[in-house]
């Protein structure tokens, strides 16, 4: 196995997914990801989904059904090839990463709260890549506290009426449904909120603005006006929703930790590639013992960064235990450490790392958001630090 590749032999993972990570790869080359047209996030998204769901690989995102009708790949979503994906996908192209992540995060209160007629009706798509999902949680007054939230749903006959904004909306104004999460009942805290699908042309739900972030994706801030759902279409049981959402960020929020990790490959990979052929003062810059020694502490970082996410995803798949810590730790360590890392490569680039668009530039601004979102770096410590009082 080649340096690139040799944590593929750690013990966390069987041969299926060392095969799923190589291919993958290939498959990334091939597609000529690392040179995607994303002029337009929001074809370029379009297009990527499609192409996921093409090569076989949004089948990760949903899981397989009794008799494989749901398309999903494995008959649990599988952490370890969640992971492995998103970092690889990161090392191409974040739009890939981000597209693929999406898939997943935007559909899986279906897969682990919907009915069998709401996973019958959505989850294939999911998988073939003809639907493409949201996760809407947050709130312009609710984020990392997001059991504040103000978004409504009134039961009226056999519908619920929503109203109210969620912000912060990966894929929307892409969306082809959104899965909200909205308040039931006033007065219980995080025990009176419930998840429900709604398909993005209902009537009563509007894209009120596009929100534009320093690395661009779609992304929106929704309305909902007296916006009548099907009671249908709730996720999970009456005032549940909560939980159904802590439950699906706790799937996700691992794979975070990878798309980071990912980032960081990519900015050594940078980084190794610049300094073996920056000349200067009559050697290369790799030369220097400064430089060699910034390259020994990436290495160290990245190697640490893995080895957190890939025991975090193995505790969640295999351990058969919570795994609250063990991915509180991956996703705070990673995303801050992959941060860290990109800077320490840009600095390498000189001028050159700030050009706009050149590849460590971009990363730079690439990570930022992964340590803010599905759990800011304080949310995360207070995590590790509540389950370690527990006893
Ligand atoms: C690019 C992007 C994409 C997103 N996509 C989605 C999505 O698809 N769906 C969705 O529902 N949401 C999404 N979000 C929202 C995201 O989950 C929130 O931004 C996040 O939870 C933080 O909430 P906030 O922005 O309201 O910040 P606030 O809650 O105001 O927090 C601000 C800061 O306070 C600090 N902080 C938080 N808690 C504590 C504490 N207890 N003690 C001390 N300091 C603390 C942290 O540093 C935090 O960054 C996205 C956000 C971004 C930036």
């Given at each position: 196995?080649?340096?690139?590749?040799?944590?593929?032999?750690?013990?966390?993972?069987?041969?299926?997914?060392?095969?799923?990570?190589?291919?993958?790869?290939?498959?990334?080359?091939?597609?000529?990801?690392?040179?995607?047209?994303?002029?337009?996030?929001?074809?370029?998204?379009?297009?990527l989904v499609q192409r996921l769901g093409s090569g076989g690989?949004?089948?990760?995102?949903?899981?397989?059904?009794?008799?494989?009708?749901?398309?999903?790949?494995?008959?649990?979503?599988?952490?370890?090839?969640?992971?492995?994906i998103r970092e690889t996908l990161g090392r191409y192209h974040?739009?890939?990463?981000?597209?693929?992540?999406?898939?997943?995060?935007?559909?899986?209160?279906?897969?682990?709260?919907?009915?069998?007629?709401?996973?019958?009706?959505?989850?294939?798509?999911?998988?073939?890549?003809?639907?493409?999902?949201?996760?809407?949680?947050?709130?312009?007054?609710?984020?990392?506290?997001?059991?504040?939230?103000?978004?409504?749903?009134?039961?009226?006959?056999?519908?619920?009426?929503?109203?109210?904004?969620?912000?912060?909306?990966?894929?929307?104004?892409?969306?082809?449904?959104?899965?909200?999460?909205?308040?039931?009942?006033?007065?219980?805290?995080?025990?009176?909120?419930?998840?429900?699908?709604?398909?993005?042309?209902?009537?009563?739900?509007?894209?009120?603005?596009?929100?534009?972030?320093?690395?661009?994706?779609?992304?929106?801030?929704?309305?909902?006006?007296?916006?009548?759902?099907?009671?249908?279409?709730?996720?999970?049981?009456?005032?549940?929703?909560?939980?159904?959402?802590?439950?699906?960020?706790?799937?996700?929020?691992?794979?975070?930790?990878a798309a980071a990790l990912g980032f960081a490959r990519r900015?050594?990979?940078?980084?190794?590639?610049?300094?073996?052929?920056?000349?200067?003062?009559?050697?290369?810059?790799?030369?220097?013992?400064?430089?060699?020694?910034?390259?020994?502490?990436?290495?160290?970082?990245?190697?640490?960064?893995?080895?957190?996410?890939?025991?975090?995803?193995?505790?969640?798949?295999?351990?058969?235990?919570?795994?609250?810590?063990?991915?509180?730790?991956?996703?705070?360590?990673?995303?801050?450490?992959?941060?860290?890392?990109?800077?320490?490569?840009?600095?390498?680039?000189?001028?050159?790392?700030?050009?706009?668009?050149?590849?460590?530039?971009?990363?730079?601004?690439?990570?930022?958001?992964?340590?803010?979102?599905?759990?800011?770096?304080?949310?995360?410590?207070?995590?590790?630090?509540?389950?370690?009082?527990?006893?």
């Amino acid at each position: 196995m080649s340096r690139e590749f040799s944590h593929l032999e750690w013990p966390f993972f069987d041969d299926a997914h060392r095969d799923l990570a190589l291919g993958l790869d290939q498959w990334c080359k091939d597609q000529n990801l690392s040179a995607l047209d994303d002029a337009d996030v929001y074809a370029a998204c379009r297009d990527l989904v499609q192409r996921l769901g093409s090569g076989g690989w949004l089948r990760y995102c949903v899981p397989a059904g009794k008799d494989g009708e749901l398309g999903g790949r494995h008959p649990q979503l599988d952490s370890r090839s969640l992971c492995l994906i998103r970092e690889t996908l990161g090392r191409y192209h974040s739009l890939a990463d981000f597209a693929f992540a999406m898939q997943g995060l935007g559909s899986g209160a279906i897969s682990l709260g919907g009915t069998d007629a709401l996973k019958n009706h959505y989850l294939l798509s999911i998988a073939t890549g003809q639907r493409i999902p949201a996760f809407a949680l947050s709130e312009p007054e609710a984020g990392s506290d997001v059991a504040a939230l103000a978004c409504t749903a009134r039961v009226d006959g056999d519908h619920y009426v929503l109203n109210g904004h969620k912000t912060w909306i990966s894929n929307g104004g892409l969306a082809d449904f959104y899965c909200v999460f909205a308040r039931t009942d006033a007065n219980a805290g995080s025990r009176g909120i419930s998840a429900f699908v709604v398909d993005a042309d209902t009537p009563g739900l509007e894209i009120q603005e596009r929100i534009e972030v320093m690395s661009p994706h779609p992304l929106a801030l929704l309305r909902f006006d007296q916006c009548r759902v099907p009671a249908a279409n709730m996720l999970g049981e009456l005032n549940q929703g909560f939980k159904l959402a802590m439950r699906t960020l706790d799937v996700f929020r691992c794979s975070v930790a990878a798309a980071a990790l990912g980032f960081a490959r990519r900015a050594l990979a940078e980084g190794l590639a610049h300094a073996g052929k920056r000349k200067m003062f009559g050697q290369v810059l790799s030369d220097f013992q400064l430089t060699q020694a910034a390259f020994g502490d990436i290495a160290a970082e990245i190697d640490q960064s893995a080895l957190l996410t890939y025991r975090a995803a193995w505790v969640r798949d295999v351990a058969g235990r919570s795994s609250t810590s063990e991915t509180a730790m991956a996703k705070m360590v990673s995303t801050e450490s992959a941060q860290w890392v990109i800077d320490r490569v840009l600095q390498m680039f000189g001028g050159q790392g700030v050009v706009a668009n050149a590849p460590i530039e971009r990363l730079y601004r690439d990570i930022r958001a992964l340590r803010i979102y599905e759990g800011a770096t304080e949310v995360q410590k207070l995590i590790i630090a509540r389950e370690l009082l527990k006893g």
